[in-house]
C-alpha cells in the first residue's frame, strides 16, 4: 500500500508472507507471515526530466530488522521511456539467537549491504509497460558462492486494465543460497489497484 502526496512526500507499507513447513514446492500450503516494511520518501524535481528521491526503509522479520537508506536519481528521456539509478545503504540487525555460527563471516549480529539498482521503463501508447531491473549487491557477509556479492535481474510486464486496475506478471533471476553459484527462476503474478 503506498501514496505520494502532492507535496512529494511518498508513504508505503508492504506486509509479506511465504509458503513453509516441508512441503515449499506446493503454492499456499502453509502460508505465514514473513515479516513487513515501512517505507517514506521525498521526490524532489530537479527539471522536467530529472528527479531525486532520497527513501529511508524499515524492514522487520523473525530474524532480523533492516534499516534502509537510499538515493534514486530518475530521467525522463521521453513519454514512453525512463532509467534511473538508486544507491541503497542496508543495515541489518540479525536477533542474536538465530545467526549461523556455521557460516563464515556470517556470525555478527550486524550486517550491511551497499546495494546498486538499475531500472529501464518502457510505456508504450497503449496499455502493456515493460520494466527491466538488475541489482547488483556488495555485502560484508557471505551472500552467493561463497562471496560476499550478489546480482538479480527481474523483468515485469504490466497491462494498464483501466485508470485503476493493472495486472502483472514477472520474471527474476535470483540466488538459491550463499554457498554455491545456482540460480533459480523466481516467477510473480499480482495486481495493482491504483486510488485515484
Known amino acids: 500500500f503506498g501514496s505520494r502526496l502532492d507535496s512529494g512526500w511518498g508513504f508505503e507499507g508492504e506486509l509479506k508472507y511465504k509458503t513453509a513447513g516441508d512441503r515449499q514446492d506446493v503454492a499456499f500450503d502453509n502460508t505465514v507471515g514473513n515479516g513487513h516494511e515501512l517505507t517514506v520518501s521525498y521526490q524532489y524535481r530537479l527539471d522536467e526530466k530529472w528527479l531525486l528521491t532520497p527513501s529511508f526503509a524499515l524492514e522487520s522479520i523473525e530474524k532480523s530488522t533492516a534499516y534502509k537508506m ?4 530518475g530521467y525522463k528521456v521521453n513519454d514512453q521511456l525512463s532509467v534511473s539509478g538508486r544507491y541503497r545503504y542496508d543495515s541489518i540487525k540479525l536477533d542474536r539467537d538465530k545467526v549461523n555460527h556455521e557460516m563464515p563471516d556470517n556470525q555478527m549480529d550486524d550486517q550491511s549491504i551497499n546495494r546498486y539498482d538499475v531500472w529501464v ?3 508504450s501508447k497503449g496499455p502493456w509497460a515493460y520494466e527491466y531491473q538488475f541489482t547488483y549487491f ?5 551472500r552467493y ?3 560476499k556479492t550478489d546480482y538479480e535481474q527481474n523483468a515485469a ?3 494498464k486494465w483501466d485508470k485503476h486496475w493493472v495486472p ?3 520474471v527474476g533471476d535470483i540466488k538459491v ?7 533459480q527462476l523466481r516467477l510473480r503474478v499480482g495486481v495493482q ?4
Not at 537510499?70 to 536519481?73: A, D, I, T, V, Y
Not at 556488495?138 to 557471505?142: F, G
Open 70 to 73: 537510499g538515493l534514486k536519481l
Open 121 to 123: 521503463n518502457y510505456a
Open 138 to 142: 556488495d555485502a560484508d557477509y557471505i
Open 145 to 147: 558462492d561463497n562471496g
Open 157 to 159: 510486464f504490466k497491462y
Open 168 to 170: 502483472f506478471f514477472e
Open 177 to 183: 543460497d550463499s554457498e554455491d553459484d545456482k540460480r
Open 193 to 196: 489497484y491504483n486510488f485515484l
